[in-house]
């Protein structure tokens, strides 16, 4: 099959083609996901959570996140590959290029930023020198010690108001996808049809342009909390690459995620 890109992506949306994207971390599950027809992957710094055992996704380092973008690369030539800027690697626009840069060689497609207004210079600067962005808004994990908590953004009206507004921004300073995580479905539908460029949900509901789940999570094997929006699909397949080509199914055809994993108003 041909290699995904940004444009193809862009023309799933124009389609109404729905994205199923899962994150990786080594080259087995990355080749496995490409065989399967995932659409794209992402070295999330989720790999804090359920690779290092950590608590967040904080103690991470851009050398961490390379080193896994490398053999996720390696396992899946062709695979469209996006990596985390990790917590405190893009606070300028400058050190967000220097660091961007150590993905993009370790072989990332696209690097993703948790956050909204204050992002968008540092976009504006990445897309100027050829880093391709994916932003991230709704739940921000890396924001976790001032959230709170871990919980569903965007319910009062004047906080839906701002996410929409500040998605719009970010697509205006050269965001090319956005990732939508805990918001109520309402809100996600919202900006998925104002946008031009794709929305990819995660605990966003079924009308977000794909989805994207953590790829242990979708086989079962995060026994200690399972979060609302998260299905164990290995349970319904016989083995492995039946679970992921179940959830390319059902992302296909908008059968994931149903009411029971999504967030209201
Ligand atoms: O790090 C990660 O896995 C992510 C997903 C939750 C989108 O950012």
Known sequence: MAAMTIAKLAKMKADGEKIASLTAYDASFAKL???????FMLVGDSLGNVVLGESSTLPVTIDDVAYHTRAVRN?????FVMA??????YATPQQACQEAAKLMR???NM???????WLLDTIRQLVERSVPVCAHLGLLPQSVNVLGGYKVQ????????????QALALQ??????LVLECVPSSLAKRITEALDIPTIGIGAGPDCDGQILVMHDMLGMNSDYLPKFVKDFLAEANDLAGAVDLYVKQVKEGSFPGPEHSFKG
Not at 172 to 177: F, H, K, S, Y
């Open 106 to 108: 370790a072989g990332a």
């Open 75 to 79: 396992g899946a030539p062709d695979a």
């Open 172 to 177: 205006e300073a050269g965001a090319q996808l």
């Open 154 to 165: 965007g319910k009062e009206a004047s906080a839906a108001e701002n996410t929409l507004r």
């Open 111 to 117: 690097v993703k930023l948790e956050g909204g207004d």
């Open 33 to 39: 996901f490409a065989q399967q027809g995932v659409d």
């Open 84 to 89: 985390d800027m990790p917590f405190m690697s």
